[in-house]
């Protein structure tokens, strides 16, 4: 309560302090304070003196910006919060102020703004968590104890509130407020249970109230009037007694004295009263002794008995017969202050015996003075122990004080009487002792003594399958799974079919916590240990099924995924779960693509709006269509992509993978728009977008390119040089070429002109040729036609077969045909060439090989080149820089190509051929190709 003190005047001194500030500047706190760049408390500051005079928007924004900086600082979520609940965004403010907590729990002030927070958005539930949160903190505090039970109010808990009431009132017996709020409401209590007739209960209200206020005579009328509609005169006498006794001079309780002994006809006793109130200055009920006195007059003869043994006992108080009499006489008219007199006298006279004990523990059990019979009971069991009466009300007394103990929560206190009770009290009792001596271990978390005393019940009870229960709970609250369930499996063993079902399903509930604890650990063998102990007992459990279908997923095992997604759907067939991982496990295998696709658009028809199945159907797209881009069936891939995106607009994936399709089939302007959509990691970043430029270079209808050759002989330094320029137009499904070679030598300067026709024609083939007449140094006439077919061979291959012919400058004819094949595979790509040649009659072969490395983009490569036959390679037919017809011709070379530029390339091939003349003498040719080509 101190530092609540202090800190509520530490408040109210900023406050003041923001007050005078504002007023002298007249301009907002946001421009008084300078902050500095570390500080953040400057900002807390700062926020909370323009929230205090009511400048939230200015607050807020000084939040804002300390937020930026300082994202996890406690006090400005708190704030932020604040503000949010004064604009009544309750959302917002739970939020903002559950952060808080997050990055410091013992923030208070965010504490109290959520009791508010939750209360106005009626979640008193969570309310009260706060609250008694913040009273762990301060326990003594009273508003927040006064809060509780607003909230329990505001919640419909009425019980939970009284009885909270009577607790803080016992806490806080000087706290007026507290006393009168309790006294209200206890009045209100009991006078709904008069209403609803349930006296008992008003009874022991009233009790309470009168202990609370004892000087208050409505309190002692109203249970005096309870009794007497209960029928019991004799405690509605001593409530008036009682009340009388401190309040001797009032009226009310004096006539309702006057009344009960009226109506019990007890004048001997109405008589003298009358008589002291009157002398007593009490004139107005001189009527009344009048009337009485009559009454008692003809009363008289009926009470001689009572009269004459009076007498006689007054006279020799040891008379056995007369004290027999006269007691018997007041305690039959209830007259037990009278009989208890009696009894003194007698025993006085007489000495005490078990019978006269007896007797006045009845009298005190009869005037309801239940802790004097309690007491005085235990008094005689210590003097009585053999009494069997005596033991069992000795029993049932402590049996309540225990019951008492344990509703208070006081187990450690209740053990020792549920000791007694099992060792006085007999078997039923003993048993009842059992239970609440587990029940008092088990809530001070003494596992190892409840254990013993369950196992004890057990033995005493072995078909009781609630105590198997018991017993694996607490193997559960000990972390011992294995003897819990155990111990669970032996209770549902115990019970009959009607309530199987039932144990069954708080198993399950048992095995599903168990379940994901080891899941979320990733412990998934001993996870499906414990599902298959569950199938065991409940073989068609859908969850439990589904645990198994999910877990055998996880650990790669196809077989039980299948096994137990089978028996799913064979238990519940309309059950979407087990069908949609049957055709998951199924669409795992490439040959069933087409099948399981057209199950899963069944399924789908059924249920277009179930998300499982639609992102399983796009899932199932996606690799449909990686299969098929990848088998080269773009076209069937297109139409697969476009039906997931039917379901998943928005999916990048299946957007990239339309861009891969349209690449394949070389429609690279819907290539590049697709293929934008993927979202590369920043690794991948730079190449995505080297790549993006590639495809976007790929869109562009003409390219012009130059390449220059440069050879020379090992055996001499002279250069020879070709120079060549092209130009390449594409027009969909055509490319037209047109080049022209150029080289100048000893002998003057020579000019190729060539033609090229590329057409594809389908996804698989595609067909050039080209034609080309030189004046000098080439071929004087050239022409070369090729087919290109894609074949199922080798997971995808493509042929070459082609045929040509050469007037070389000597006036010979060349004539060749090619065989070729191209294999592809990322990011290798092989081409061989087997070129068959006929020079006037002569044959002649070359065998040539083109391996490259593709990085980032078809246009970026490195390559390996080489060939070996008995001419030449064509490339060097075509140039013309010798002649070695009929001997071995050998050629490697290595080189590249890189992608400058989205619209420039260029490429290096440097190459070493070796060949022997006619002479028999090996001769070398050293050549370096550059090239560029610009795209537009």
């Given at each position: ?29 946001t ?6 760049p ?41 704030l ?68 509780k ?5 505001l ?45 008992d ?33 004799a ?96 305690f039959?008219?209830q ?14 006279s ?20 239940t ?36 509703a ?26 059992q239970a ?62 009607e ?56 650990t790669?095992?196809?077989?039980d ?15 979407v ?36 199945v ?58 590049y ?22 495809l ?13 050759l ?26 037209y ?93 092989i ?101 560029i080509?610009?795209?537009?």
């Open positions: 309560m101190i530092l609540a003190s202090m800190k509520m005047r530490l408040h109210l001194l900023k406050y003041l302090g923001a007050v005078v500030l504002t007023a002298i500047t007249m301009v907002p706190l421009a008084q304070v300078q902050l500095k570390d500080d953040r408390d400057k900002y807390a500051a700062r926020a909370k003196a323009d929230f205090d005079i009511g400048h939230w928007e200015a607050g807020k924004k000084t939040i804002d910006e300390g937020l930026k900086k300082y994202p996890k600082d406690s006090d400005l979520k708190m932020s919060g604040k503000y949010y609940h004064h604009k009544k965004q309750y959302d917002k403010a739970r939020y903002e102020l559950i952060k808080s907590l997050e990055q410091n729990p013992g923030n208070v002030d965010a504490k109290h703004i959520l009791v508010n927070v939750e209360t106005e958005s009626k979640r008193y539930s969570s309310a009260i968590c706060y609250v008694n949160e913040l009273l762990e903190v301060n326990p003594y505090w009273r508003g927040l104890w006064r809060k039970i607003e909230l329990y109010e919640d419909g808990n009425t019980v939970e509130a009284n009885r909270l009431r009577k607790r803080i009132a016992q806490i806080y017996p000087e706290d007026s407020k507290l006393k009168a709020d309790l006294i209200y409401n206890s009045e209100l209590e009991a006078n709904d249970k008069r209403r609803s007739g349930k006296l209960e008003a009874i022991e209200i009233r009790k309470q109230l009168i202990a609370a206020e004892t000087r208050k005579p409505e309190h002692y009328l109203m249970i005096v009037n309870d009794y007497l509609q209960a029928g019991d005169q405690n509605a006498m001593a409530y008036v007694e009682r009340g009388l006794n401190l309040m001797p001079a009032n009226s009310a309780l004096i006539n309702k004295k006057l009344g009960i002994l009226a109506e019990q006809k007890r004048y001997n006793e109405l008589l003298p009263f009358l008589q002291q109130q009157i002398r007593k200055g009490n004139t107005s009920l001189q009527s009344q002794y009048n009337y009485y006195l009559l009454e008692a007059a003809r009363n008289a003869k009926e009470q001689d008995p009572a009269t004459l043994y009076g007498k006689i006992f007054d006279k020799n108080p040891g008379d056995d017969e007369a004290f027999s009499y006269v007691f018997n006489n007041a039959g008219n007259q037990y202050e009278e009989a208890l007199s009696i009894l003194s006298k007698y025993r006085r007489r000495g005490n015996n078990k019978s006269l004990d007896l007797k006045e523990l009845v009298i005190y059990q009869r005037t309801g003075n802790s004097r019979a309690n007491s005085f009971t235990k008094e005689l069991f210590a003097r009585y122990p053999g009494d069997s009466d005596l033991k069992a009300a000795y029993v049932k007394i402590v049996l309540e004080e225990a019951k008492a103990k344990m208070d929560e006081n187990y450690a206190a209740a053990l020792a009487d549920w000791e007694t009770v099992k060792r006085y009290g007999d078997r039923e009792m003993y048993a009842v002792a609440n001596l587990y029940n008092a271990y088990l809530n001070m978390d003494n596992y190892n003594n409840a254990m013993a005393i369950l196992t004890e019940m057990i033995a005493a009870s072995p078909g009781n399958a609630e105590l198997y229960l018991k017993k694996s709970d607490i193997y559960k609250k000990t972390g011992n799974y294995d003897l819990a369930l155990a111990a669970y499996e032996q209770a549902i063993d115990l019970v009959n079919d309530l199987k079902p039932v144990y069954l399903g708080g198993y399950g509930d048992m095995l599903t916590g168990i379940i994901k604890g080891l899941n979320e650990q990733f412990r998934f063998k001993e996870s499906m240990d414990y599902v298959q102990r569950w199938l065991q007992k409940d073989p068609k459990n859908k969850l439990a099924l589904h645990y198994a279908v999910n877990i055998s997923n996880e790669k095992n196809r077989e995924v299948i096994k137990y997604a089978t028996l799913g759907a064979a238990a519940y067939p309309a059950d779960f087990f069908k949609l991982k049957l055709i998951q496990i199924n669409g795992l295998q490439p040959e069933n693509f087409h099948n399981v696709y057209a199950e899963l658009e069944e399924e789908l028809k059924k249920n277009p709006h179930h998300p499982d639609v992102n399983t159907f796009v899932q199932l797209s996606e690799d449909f269509g990686k299969y098929l881009i990848k088998n080269s069936k773009s076209e069937e891939a297109l139409v697969v992509l476009d039906k997931g995106l039917v379901y998943a607009p928005n999916n990048k994936t299946l957007k990239y993978l339309k861009g891969t399709a349209y690449e394949k089939l070389k429609d690279y302007e819907n290539a728009i697709y293929q934008s959509f993927y979202e590369p990691s920043l690794l991948e970043l730079a190449e995505f977008k080297h790549y993006l430029a590639y976007k270079s790929r869109t562009y209808k003409n390219q012009v390119g130059f390449s220059h440069r050879s020379r002989f090992g055996d001499n330094y002279t250069i020879t040089s070709i120079s060549s320029l092209e130009y390449i137009r594409f027009a969909g499904e055509n490319t070429t047109g080049r022209a070679h150029y080289a100048g030598r000893e002998a003057g300067k020579g000019v190729q002109l060539q033609a090229e026709w590329d057409r594809q024609w389908n996804i698989n083939t595609r067909t050039k040729i080209n034609a080309a007449w030189a004046n000098q140094f080439f071929p004087s006439i050239s022409i070369n036609a090729s087919v290109y077919r894609e074949l199922n061979l080798m997971n995808g291959l493509e042929a070459e077969l082609g045929a040509g012919y050469r007037k070389l400058p000597g006036g010979e004819n060349l004539m060749n045909i090619v065989l070729g094949a191209t294999k592809q595979f990322d990011p290798w790509r081409n061989t060439r087997f070129n068959n040649f006929m020079l006037d009659g002569t044959y002649l072969y070359n065998l040539s090989a083109d391996t490259r490395y593709y990085f980032a983009t078809p246009k970026s490569y490195l390559m390996a080149v080489g060939s070996f036959g008995s001419s030449p390679d064509v490339d060097l037919l075509d140039y013309q820089l010798y002649n070695g017809f009929s001997v071995l011709n050998t050629m490697v070379g290595l080189g590249g190509s890189h992608m400058i530029y989205r619209s420039v390339s260029a490429g290096l091939l440097g190459s070493w051929h070796n060949y022997q003349t006619n002479s028999g003498i090996y001769k070398n040719l050293y050549n370096i190709h550059l090239s080509h610009v795209a537009f």
